[in-house]
């Protein structure tokens, strides 16, 4: 005969059976899902280790990085955040992607990949782990987020990324290389409804703004990118400022490209100033021009034309008041005083300086002038020659000039001594620029035949100084190795170049060992108070 127990007994013993139930299951359900926050598990050393060799292993290329890193991924189930960014690692290690810049898109391993990212998308859409792990660099950071997205847009299908927000980018990447294969009025039409339909997205503003200057709509160019944000659109700004005349700000903006800058902003910018009939502005381009695009037809072309363009303008040399014999040289002169020399006059207004030049050397044609200004004040191109420049480089940190170079000669040979006299006197009496740059010419003769010889270099300074050219002035001090506290009037050259070229600190502690041995003209009292913020004691 069944027992039945009365209805308050029954009644008493289903909480006890609720709570023995809950009991068993919580601690099994705690194991089989993983907690939301990336701290919330302590990262088990033995995995955080392997993670570790692993990111490393895939970097070099090693083909154990798959391997351990698909263990590690094992001991970070319970850290949804942390086990995405294993994930994306072992993922790019099954696609054999070390994150080099200039790697293609081929994937080693398709089937890895395709299941790294399906678990990726599975903790994704449950836990949001890949969105969590993209805000803290410690788990993903930023640069294999971004080789990972570029491998999506590549690999994965549409229908996936335009599901999952967190992989927008390469939605928005997949979307860009489609759009490229379709003819200009079909891509035209497709970014419009693009940029319609995500008007936050400024990437379809750009390829947009880029299409109207390929097709020659400079108005519309310009109206598309003028709306972008400069610090990642400056060099397409910079074009299409260039596509309808303001050449000034496109030099402006041209400032802001990340290098390397593209050819299309180097060919607009010179364009506009040679349409501008601005010859200055254009030489100075061609100073900076990319030795890689010098030599090419156009550029070339380019050069011819502004060297026209720059005979045309009156020369501005300048002489030295800081140089002993000189006093007499400025009062014979019919020109204007140099800060490329020794600095202006008190209360004389000083243009601005363009520091990307260097000296022209010997195995190609020295004909460039050198720039007096970023816009309004720059280097003359002769006919046919190519303007010989490099970038700016950082301002120097030394003092003073580094030990002579060990192949320079201790003294100067018998027929080198009145080939620098002769340069020298000429070059107190040069009141041109054409004759400057001859002289210079004959500087770097010299330095071919007789070597990086100390007072050779100091020669090069010197003419260099005189065309304002502060970098190869330094460098051809520097080169010297010479003492120059016996030096002082080139002591007084090198500070002036340190302070045009943005070094005020050496600047400042040259000029004051130069300042009590210097004749102390109105000229040099000027720009060594400029340098040093005060007047020289």
Not at 128 to 146: F, G, H, K, P, R
Request: some cysteine.
């Amino acid at each position: 005969m069944p027992i039945h127990y009365p209805d308050p007994a029954g009644s008493r013993c289903r909480p006890f059976l609720r709570t023995l139930i809950l009991a068993a299951i919580l601690p099994l359900a705690a194991i089989a899902t993983p907690s939301l926050g990336t701290e919330t598990a302590s990262l088990d050393s033995f995995y955080a280790s392997l993670l570790t060799r692993g990111q490393a292993a895939r970097v070099a290329g090693e083909p154990e990085a798959v391997n351990m890193l698909r263990i590690a991924c094992f001991g970070m189930l319970e850290a949804p955040p942390r086990l995405a960014g294993c994930l994306v690692e072992l993922a790019l290690a099954q696609a054999g992607s070390t994150g080099a810049p200039d790697e293609g898109l081929r994937i080693q391993d398709p089937g890895g990949f395709d299941e790294s990212v399906r678990r990726l998308v599975d903790i994704e859409r449950r836990f949001q782990a890949y969105t969590l792990a993209s805000q803290d660099a410690s788990v993903l950071s930023a640069s294999v987020a971004s080789t990972f997205q570029r491998l999506l847009a590549a690999r994965a299908p549409s229908s996936l990324l335009d599901t999952i927000p967190a992989f927008r980018e390469a939605a928005v990447q997949r979307r860009t290389q489609e759009l490229g294969r379709l003819a200009p009025e079909a891509r035209q039409s497709e970014l419009e409804q693009l940029m319609a339909l995500q008007p936050q997205e400024p990437r379809w503003r750009h390829e947009l703004a880029q299409l109207a200057l390929d097709t020659g709509n400079t108005e519309r160019a310009f109206e598309l990118a003028t709306q972008l944000p400069i610090a990642e659109y400056a060099c397409t700004r910079s074009r299409a400022r260039a596509a309808v005349g303001d050449c000034a700000g496109a030099m402006a903006e041209a400032t802001a490209c990340q290098a390397p800058v593209p050819e299309a902003v180097w060919n607009a910018q010179l364009t506009c100033t040679v349409a501008a009939n601005d010859w200055r502005a254009a030489s100075d381009l061609l100073n900076r021009l990319p030795a890689a695009l010098r030599g090419q037809k156009t550029y070339r072309r380019l050069a011819r034309t502004v060297a026209r363009g720059m005979r045309t303008l009156p020369a501005t040399i300048e002489v030295d008041p800081a140089t002993e014999d000189s006093a007499e040289t400025v009062a014979s002169t019919q020109v204007a005083p140099d800060p490329a020399l020794a600095a202006n006059p008190p209360n004389a207004q000083q243009p601005p300086v363009s520091q990307a030049t260097t000296t022209a050397q010997p195995s190609e044609q020295p004909a460039t002038r050198p720039p007096t200004g970023t816009t309004a004040a720059t280097t003359e191109v002769r006919a046919g020659a190519e303007a010989v420049t490099r970038p700016p480089a950082a301002p120097p940190q030394q003092e003073s000039p580094p030990s002579a170079p060990s192949a320079a000669p201790a003294r100067a040979p018998s027929e080198l001594a009145p080939l620098l006299d002769r340069s020298r006197r000429a070059l107190l009496g040069a009141s041109t620029e054409d004759e400057v740059l001859d002289l210079l010419t004959g500087a770097e003769s010299m330095r071919e035949r007789f070597g990086d010889h100390s007072e050779v270099m100091l020669h090069i300074a010197e003419v260099n100084y005189r065309l304002r050219r502060w970098r190869a002035t330094i460098e051809a001090v520097q080169a010297s190795g010479l003492d120059l506290e016996t030096r002082p009037r080139f002591l007084f050259y090198y500070a002036v170049a340190l302070y045009e070229s943005g070094d005020r600190a050496a600047a400042a502690s040259a000029i004051e060992r130069a300042w009590p041995q210097i004749r102390q003209t109105d000229f040099v009292r000027a720009y060594a108070t400029k340098i040093l913020g005060r007047e020289p004691s």
